[in-house]
């Protein structure tokens, strides 16, 4: 249906339901028992193990994508929870079965070509870290994970007698109301305070399963095996430490200045917690659409505008159905764009409300989905799985891209200039707290015998690091020193946050390409989508027409153009 055909299938019957591993084990013994040493024999194998490994993933992704619509849905959780425990670990048992198959094919080394050896580089990396011992603890981690998402999707707050999720809440923190921001804001924290015990609790368990995952592996603590188990292949740990250094110093001078500015704005000697979200000159928040079909129909145009095939992707998912974007009691947090890997069409998880935030996380998924769909037709689905620094190279530039198109959402002139301003004051505020997540994950899984004690410590050191003179915290530090809970990355992926702001430079670079030659920078952009896990990170920006650099001095010649742009806005 519209921009992509689901993917035929030669191998798995259409009438397949998969209920429990007995429904899927005779696909894997068939694949077992075949001979691959000759090379077409090997590629016919590839193509039937690419079609069930696209069956199976789908299948996976519409339980979770159903559990996170509504996490107080027992069945769907249920549903959830036996994928996770009773069809995950056979499949880690045959994969590594498989992989050690491929590996041994006598045709293996007639697969030529940057795409084929990208994937074998990862298969041995998949052999070498294999541990049988491993699968139970990874179905116990993310167990743990869906106790966090369903933690995280219960919390909700009472306010003047209404009852709202955390991310309605957050809505009002926009309004100019002072008083009424901090009662918000004060309720949120003492809520989440309530919690942090939970949090912490979950936490401690996972550091501690984490640990024995690396040590079962062979290495000496989680973050050089999770690096590996990430597939890190073009960067290391030293690599993020001097992205972590870049940042202090090119951009903290630039954030600072910005939280500068709006406390001369409101005119307040210190800015409080509760004012970093509201409109300095004290104007009412934003409103770029009402209600969630607004938003996708502005998407949709927007989208368009910049190309119809970008349009079509977005309509396509529309009338699949498959966009659930409001906040609702009891759905998880967060958003997410969830690839469909034999139907070719993505699903949009997100929590609109209807501020500029909403917009731009819609802008973003809206990338992912882009990039779900050019990489539909890659001739086997691992080639379709993209490094997160690139997978968020996608997103990230969309969100800048479509800037171009947002008088679609805000049709006064003044409102217009205002949410541009935000999004790339925000593009380059976010990195320095990109760059705590990650130096504060460093030092959890190189110190994994750390008590929650030192922990606290650690984040607020990391804080003091990034932190800003002119925000006041007096009477809320306790909160203030579990910020991280908020992060689901931490939880649930861990190590997936450093990527964002990998990507969110690659997408300034993107931008400024688009603001010089608009057909250019996107066909670049569009050649480097298609391309999937098929070059390396490096090649793929180089494709896209940006460099894959951390250095200070490229980090600060980003944020020079991004300020430039800035100052046409006033």
Known sequence: ???????????????????????????????????????????????????????????????????????????????????????????????????????????????????????????????????????????????????????????????????????????????????????????????????????????????????????????????????????????????????????????????????????????????????????????????????????????????????????????????LAYLDLESKQGKAPGGYNYPLYESGVPFIFMNAVGTPRDLVTMMHEGGHAIHSVLTHDLELTSFKGCPSEVAELASMSMELISMDQWHLFYTDAEDLKRAKREQLEDTLSMLPWIAMVDAFQHWIYTNPSHTAEERKETWQEIEARFGFDQIDWSGLEEGKSYRWHRQLHIFEVPFYYIEYGMAQLGAIAVWRNYKKNPSKALGDFTAALKLGYTKSIGDIYETAGVRFDFSEAYISELADFVQEELSKLG
């Open 1 to 319: 249906m519209g921009v992509v055909q689901r993917a035929s299938r030669n191998f798995i019957p259409s009438s397949l339901k998969i209920e429990k591993w007995e429904d899927l084990s005779s696909f894997f013994e068939d694949l077992q028992s075949r001979n691959i040493d000759g090379f077409d024999q090997l590629k016919t194998w590839l193509k039937d193990l690419s079609e069930l490994e696209a069956v199976i993933e789908e299948d996976g992704a519409w339980r979770y994508i159903r559990m996170t619509i509504d996490t107080t849905d027992e069945k769907a959780s249920e549903r959830y929870k036996t994928f996770v425990t009773e069809i995950q670990p056979h499949l880690a048992t045959v994969g590594d079965a498989l992989n050690k198959k491929l590996a041994q094919s006598k045709a293996v080394d007639q697969l030529s070509g940057d795409a084929y050896r990208i994937y074998l580089r990862g298969i041995k990396n998949d052999i070498a870290l294999f541990k049988e011992e491993n699968i139970a603890l990874n179905t116990q981690l993310q167990e743990l994970a869906q106790q966090y998402s369903a933690l995280n999707g219960s919390m909700e707050i009472e306010l003047n007698g209404e009852t709202l999720t955390m991310q309605q809440a957050g809505a009002k923190l926009q309004d100019p109301d002072r008083t009424l921001r901090e009662q918000v804001f004060r309720i949120m924290q003492s809520t989440r305070l309530e919690k942090h015990q939970e949090f912490d609790g979950l936490f401690n368990q996972m550091v501690s399963l984490r640990h024995e995952v690396a040590k079962n592996a062979g290495f000496d603590n989680f973050r050089d095996f999770k690096f590996s188990a990430m597939g890190r292949f073009d960067y290391s740990p030293q690599d993020c430490f001097n992205f972590h250094e870049s940042i202090e110093k090119a951009i903290m001078p630039i954030s600072r200045g910005i939280v500068q500015r709006r406390a001369e704005r409101m005119e307040l000697e210190k800015l409080r917690p509760w004012d970093l979200s509201v409109d300095p000159e004290g104007r009412e928040p934003l409103k770029p659409f009402e209600g969630g079909e607004a938003l996708i129909q502005k998407s949709i145009a927007a989208f368009a505008n910049v190309d119809p095939f970008f349009g079509d992707v977005l309509q396509t998912m529309n009338d």
